[in-house]
């Protein structure tokens, strides 16, 4: 898998005009996402991915309208992306109060609906250049300053050991309210760390790498082990993903490659995410 | 000790318990038995504080419930009303989160919790189920994890409701033993409410029948006479003695 990685970024650095800064990006949004994989031990049932769960389409939507509306500036944007999936969050666990086919099928719903709201802006005068530069990350550009990259490995990794350290409080906590309560933990206050923490993550992965780094599926797919190593396949896995859907295209057109990641998403979660759950 | 002092609790225009004065001694098994909606989940509930509007007061070991931390009334009280949400945990895995109020944050378990948890996997033959997601596993075997789950937690008072649920014969002796196993040392308490009444004349010292949320009868198991059951439950039965231990044998008559 370590050859598979280095060998897709050898090649973008060397056959196509994907600037390395991005590629450092993407690398920073398959962590992220790792973390947002992690994260899902706090919910019930059948884990989904963030494209599946509708938080992608959230905050693409979100920054669409910002995008359309207001300005085209990365940090306004980035805000919005956050803004979104936190209120989306916020909506869907109230709704759903934790039925993980009720959050699927939302997903699916809000998605359907995103890309309804996505054509109606295109046909109103939204370019539809944003509207790839949005679905492939749009705060995957060079003109970010320095402090952008080390700031994000520091939060990434701080999150990362947090899940580590914490991975049984998590596991606690994805069984209700009575099993938590019952460790003496308060509920409210700590569901609401979970969503802001899993809408800071997922709103990093979006920008970063739009709905590219939806083959993170593929770790549901995974053997569930604990462990780095574990870990830090998964983050290969997934990177590689995204550099290999990169590299399609720059040679390819943009949008259909969109489309494919989806679809491949989608199916990844169809044939191979779901498990037998009794009740 | 664990007191209830006049406890009453109100649904609606419902009295659900009514004036409920009772006493809990350490090393007691109880089993509190009535008909469907006599108020026994609900007398749980309160004991367990899952129920806060009620009236009256609720102490353990001379200390009102209301006074507990979360943290502190969890190991003094164990109730397990609900099924867990997450049925894609393993056994083990679930086994170990009740050990959590216990478990010092940042710490890991230790030795002695990883060892409460083994016996209790032994106790309810589990050991084969162990890695197996709860979500695959049948209502019998689900009902052992949830119980062995309540063992695991060893809090002061443990509350059970309908224990032998789902639970074929052979799991019910492991449910007997268990309970016996954990009174023996006369340190702690178990109250349990059931619909089972062999399994209440069976296991517990002291019984108690509800009615309409009123506490009507309580007595040792000597209380499970035929009179008893046709007034409370309505049903004619035929009493023997077990041979084994002298508790009474409820046999019921299909035509009544």
């Not at chain 1, 409210?188 to 800071?200: A, E, N, Q």
């Not at chain 1, 190593?229 to 259909?256: C, E, K, P, R, W």
Request: include cysteine; aromatic fraction near 12%.
């Amino acid at each position: 898998m370590v050859l598979v990685c280095a060998g897709t970024v050898v090649f973008s650095m060397m056959y196509t005009d994907i600037p390395p800064l991005r590629t450092c990006y993407y690398f920073i949004a398959s962590i992220f996402s790792l973390v947002l994989v992690k994260l899902a031990r706090a919910d019930s049932g059948v884990r989904i991915d963030y494209v599946q769960s509708g938080e992608a389409w959230a905050g693409i939507l979100g920054a669409l309208i910002i995008f359309f509306l207001v300005s085209d500036n990365r940090y306004l944007l980035f805000l919005s992306v956050w803004v979104s999936v936190l209120m989306y969050e916020l909506y869907i666990h109230q709704l759903s109060r934790g039925r993980s086919s009720d959050r699927l099928m939302v997903g699916y719903a809000f998605g359907a609906m995103a890309v309804v709201a996505g054509v109606y802006l295109v046909l109103n005068g939204l370019r539809l250049d944003a509207v790839t530069a949005i679905l492939s990350g749009i705060c995957c550009t060079e003109h970010h300053a320095g402090w952008i990259i080390p700031v994000m490995v520091l939060l990434c990794t701080l999150l990362y050991a947090m899940e580590r350290f914490f991975v049984y409080e998590l596991l606690l906590f994805s069984q209700g309210e009575q099993y938590f309560s019952s460790g003496g933990y308060p509920y409210g206050k700590v569901k609401f760390l979970v969503l802001c923490l899993r809408s800071v993550s997922a709103a990093v992965v979006i920008s970063f790498a739009g709905v590219l780094a939806g083959v993170s599926a593929i770790s549901i797919m995974l053997p569930e082990r604990e462990g780095v190593l574990q870990d830090g396949m998964t983050v290969l896995v997934v990177f590689s993903f995204i550099n290999i859907a990169a590299l399609m295209m720059t040679y390819l057109n943009t949008f259909s490659v969109l489309a494919a990641v989806v679809v491949v998403s989608y199916l990844l979660h169809l044939f191979g995410g779901r498990r037998v759950v009794n009740g | 000790m664990v007191e209830f002092r006049d406890l009453s609790c109100v649904f609606g225009a419902r009295k659900a318990v009514s004036g409920i004065g009772v006493t809990l001694n350490p090393g007691e098994t109880v089993a509190v038995i009535g008909r469907g909606g006599s108020g026994k989940t609900v007398l749980l509930n309160i004991a367990s504080l899952a129920i806060r509007n009620f009236s009256g007061d609720v102490f353990i070991r001379h200390r009102p419930v209301q006074s507990y931390s979360a943290r502190d009334l969890r190991r003094a009280v164990t109730f397990l009303s609900e099924a867990p949400r997450n049925m894609e945990e393993t056994v083990m895995n679930f086994l170990l989160l009740a050990r959590m109020p216990y478990k010092k944050i940042l710490n890991p378990f230790t030795e002695y919790d990883l060892q409460v948890v083994e016996e209790n996997i032994a106790a309810f033959s589990l050991d084969p189920f162990r890695d197996e997601q709860l979500g695959t596993l049948s209502a019998s075997l689900l009902q052992r994890v949830y119980l062995a789950f309540s063992f695991i937690r060893e809090s002061y008072l443990l509350l059970l409701d309908n224990p032998t649920k789902d639970l074929d014969l052979d799991s019910v002796i492991m449910l007997q033993k268990a309970m016996a196993r954990y009174v023996f040392d006369g340190n702690k308490i178990i109250f349990f409410a059931s619909n089972d009444l062999n399994f209440a004349a069976q296991t517990s010292d002291r019984i108690l029948v509800l009615e309409e949320g009123r506490l009507v009868l309580s007595g040792s198991y000597d209380i499970i006479e035929p009179d008893t059951v046709k007034k409370y439950f309505g049903v004619d039965v035929f009493i023997s003695k077990n041979i084994y231990n002298g508790k009474p044998n409820v046999h019921y008559f299909p035509e009544s």
